[in-house]
């Protein structure tokens, strides 16, 4: 598997150099400063401090940009290295497809992980700095959800790119499957809940199912441990899953799907025409 | 001994037979032009050598090797150079450590099969592959591919992008290749590789329709 390391690295270091990098670095980064400048810090809200309140507004963010940005720019290099004769000649070399695959989505891993970890790190560092305490307990967690819904997101960018082979068909899935699980799903399921036709389990079911859904409810889950946050609802969750539940669930769902989906796609990039 | 042995290969890109059929050999030593109209189906033939297609039907073997099923074997052996030079984000110093890593190509060996092709890669060794000129693309995939010592050459129309001198550089490096090879050229124009070749093979609507041994 050395080649794995091989393509990790250069996809990497490609993505530094790629536009798209840059914007996203800078949207992130850019937020954090936003959030400095409107005093975000400061604020005491709630009973909560200014720190809680920075991470929460940037976890909301976070769960809108994110995914499109994942699924964007990944299925987009992927579909035009494959449209631009890119992949046919890079794979025209010894590597296995299997260190190819992997070795790429490790790279893209990287560089859409890191870019949100370390603004996230400059806006707490900040909060420290104002005299806020460091919150290693959230730092922990937000660490970890924004690593799962990494993982979900490029789990479903690689499967539409190896599924799809049409540059634009698989952009349009990728903004369908985006707002779907941002909005229409919750829409969808509040219909079905006003109709009360069916048991209001049944759609916390079908809503926790929703990996963004699960993202936000363990981001919301530590900011506020009650989950008062979201309602009624809350008490239901709490009661029936239990906190410890709730915040592993959330944590764990969305890399358990995003390796799924990744593998699913690794498996339609062995059986089918690379090309 | 044959580096290639294709039968009864079969190929259809939504519902269209791009190759019908295909039967052929290629010995160790064999030079091959190969020519055709536009979408005769040539560029898809080598693909399946290389192990992108999956056969609708016949078999590819590359030295005994299924090239899907044992693609890192069989691509070991092969140097092969695409129709268009494709725009590879890596830079050049980037581009040679994947060629070196993935082949165990010295880079030495690249930089001076590019300095026999007139190509000069010092103070470019940054710049993304895609911002050099058509032919210093050209130019830098025929170093590579040569600097594999590969035993079967795949080259799919590889000088268009040429100048004549450069291109009667890079047909002169061919002919000095000092170990047993094989080669496949696609070209349109037979009389360019006339000196390099000897056989040609004539690719009509997915089919071979004509292979004479010159
Ligand atoms: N991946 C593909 N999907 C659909 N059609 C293809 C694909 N690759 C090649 N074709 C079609 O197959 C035919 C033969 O193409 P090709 O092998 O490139 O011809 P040549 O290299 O001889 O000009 C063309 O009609 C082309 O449009
Ligand atoms: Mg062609």
């Given at each position: 598997?050395k080649?794995?390391?091989?393509v990790?690295?250069l996809?990497?270091?490609e993505s530094?150099?790629?536009?798209?990098?840059?914007?996203y670095a800078?949207?992130?980064?850019g937020?954090?400063?936003?959030?400095f400048i409107s005093?975000i810090?400061?604020?005491?809200?709630?009973g909560?401090?200014?720190?809680?309140r920075?991470?929460?507004?940037f976890?909301?963010v976070?769960i809108i940009?994110?995914?499109?940005?994942?699924?964007?720019?990944t299925v987009k290099?992927i579909?035009s290295d494959r449209?631009?004769?890119v992949l046919?000649?890079?794979?025209?070399?010894p590597?296995?497809?299997?260190?190819?695959?992997?070795?790429?989505l490790?790279?893209r891993f990287?560089?859409?992980f890191?870019?949100?970890i370390v603004?996230l790190?400059v806006?707490?560092?900040w909060?420290?700095?104002?005299?806020?305490?460091m919150?290693?307990?959230?730092i922990t967690?937000?660490?970890a959800?924004?690593?799962?819904?990494?993982?979900?997101?490029l789990?479903?960018a690689?499967?539409?790119?190896?599924?799809?082979k049409s540059?634009?068909?698989a952009l349009g899935?990728s903004?369908?499957?985006?707002?779907l699980?941002?909005?229409f799903?919750d829409?969808?399921?509040i219909g079905?809940?006003?109709q009360n036709r069916?048991s209001d389990e049944?759609?916390?079911?079908?809503?926790m199912l929703n990996?963004?859904?699960a993202?936000r409810?363990?981001?919301?889950?530590?900011?506020?441990?009650?989950?008062?946050?979201?309602g009624?609802v809350a008490?239901?969750l709490?009661?029936?899953l239990g906190?410890?539940?709730?915040m592993?669930y959330?944590v764990l769902?969305?890399?358990?799907l995003?390796?799924?989906f990744a593998l699913?796609?690794?498996?339609?990039f062995?059986?089918?025409?690379i090309? | 001994?044959?580096i290639?042995e294709?039968?009864?290969?079969?190929?259809?890109f939504m519902g269209?037979r791009?190759?019908?059929?295909?039967?052929?050999?290629?010995?160790l030593?064999?030079?091959?032009a190969?020519?055709?109209?536009?979408g005769a189906?040539?560029t898809?033939?080598?693909?399946?050598v290389?192990?992108f297609y999956?056969?609708?039907?016949?078999?590819i073997r590359?030295?005994g090797?299924?090239?899907?099923?044992?693609?890192v074997k069989?691509l070991e052996?092969?140097?092969?150079i695409p129709q268009?030079p494709?725009?590879?984000k890596l830079?050049?110093s980037?581009?040679?450590?994947?060629?070196?890593r993935?082949t165990?190509?010295?880079?030495e060996r690249?930089?001076e099969q590019?300095?026999?092709?007139?190509l000069d890669?010092?103070g470019?060794?940054?710049k993304?592959f895609?911002?050099l000129s058509?032919?210093?693309k050209?130019?830098?995939l025929?170093?590579?591919?040569?600097?594999?010592?590969s035993?079967?050459l795949v080259?799919?129309e590889?000088?268009?992008?040429?100048?004549?001198k450069?291109?009667?550089?890079f047909?002169?490096?061919?002919?000095s290749?000092d170990?047993e090879h094989?080669s496949?050229f696609?070209?349109?124009?037979?009389?360019?590789?006339e000196?390099?070749v000897?056989?040609?093979?004539?690719?009509?609507?997915?089919k071979?329709?004509?292979?004479?041994?010159?």
């Amino acid at each position: 598997m050395k080649n794995l390391a091989l393509v990790a690295y250069l996809d990497i270091k490609e993505s530094l150099r790629a536009r798209w990098f840059y914007v996203y670095a800078f949207v992130f980064g850019g937020l954090m400063g936003l959030f400095f400048i409107s005093g975000i810090t400061d604020s005491v809200v709630m009973g909560f401090t200014g720190l809680s309140r920075l991470l929460l507004v940037f976890i909301q963010v976070t769960i809108i940009i994110l995914p499109i940005f994942i699924l964007i720019t990944t299925v987009k290099s992927i579909s035009s290295d494959r449209e631009s004769n890119v992949l046919e000649y890079m794979l025209s070399f010894p590597i296995s497809l299997k260190e190819y695959y992997w070795g790429k989505l490790l790279g893209r891993f990287a560089t859409v992980f890191f870019p949100v970890i370390v603004a996230l790190f400059v806006g707490v560092a900040w909060g420290v700095f104002k005299g806020g305490d460091m919150p290693w307990a959230m730092i922990t967690l937000y660490s970890a959800l924004i690593f799962s819904i990494c993982s979900v997101f490029l789990g479903i960018a690689f499967l539409i790119s190896t599924m799809v082979k049409s540059h634009d068909v698989a952009l349009g899935l990728s903004f369908t499957v985006w707002i779907l699980l941002l909005a229409f799903i919750d829409i969808a399921l509040i219909g079905l809940m006003m109709q009360n036709r069916v048991s209001d389990e049944l759609i916390l079911a079908i809503a926790m199912l929703n990996p963004l859904e699960a993202f936000r409810i363990g981001a919301i889950a530590l900011f506020d441990p009650e989950l008062t946050v979201i309602g009624p609802v809350a008490y239901y969750l709490l009661d029936s899953l239990g906190h410890t539940f709730l915040m592993l669930y959330a944590v764990l769902y969305p890399i358990f799907l995003g390796v799924l989906f990744a593998l699913f796609g690794y498996t339609i990039f062995k059986k089918r025409d690379i090309l | 001994m044959n580096i290639v042995e294709a039968r009864n290969v079969t190929k259809s890109f939504m519902g269209v037979r791009v190759l019908d059929d295909v039967t052929l050999d290629i010995a160790l030593g064999e030079r091959v032009a190969m020519m055709g109209p536009n979408g005769a189906g040539k560029t898809t033939l080598v693909r399946a050598v290389l192990g992108f297609y999956h056969l609708d039907g016949g078999t590819i073997r590359v030295e005994g090797c299924d090239p899907v099923k044992e693609r890192v074997k069989v691509l070991e052996n092969i140097g092969f150079i695409p129709q268009m030079p494709p725009p590879v984000k890596l830079s050049l110093s980037e581009l040679l450590t994947f060629v070196h890593r993935s082949t165990g190509a010295e880079k030495e060996r690249i930089i001076e099969q590019s300095e026999a092709m007139e190509l000069d890669l010092k103070g470019h060794m940054d710049k993304p592959f895609f911002k050099l000129s058509g032919g210093m693309k050209q130019k830098l995939l025929i170093a590579i591919a040569l600097a594999k010592r590969s035993r079967l050459l795949v080259f799919d129309e590889p000088t268009a992008n040429l100048d004549p001198k450069a291109r009667e550089r890079f047909y002169r490096l061919l002919d000095s290749l000092d170990y047993e090879h094989s080669s496949i050229f696609i070209t349109h124009r037979l009389e360019e590789v006339e000196g390099l070749v000897n056989r040609k093979i004539y690719m009509d609507l997915g089919k071979v329709v004509e292979d004479e041994k010159i």
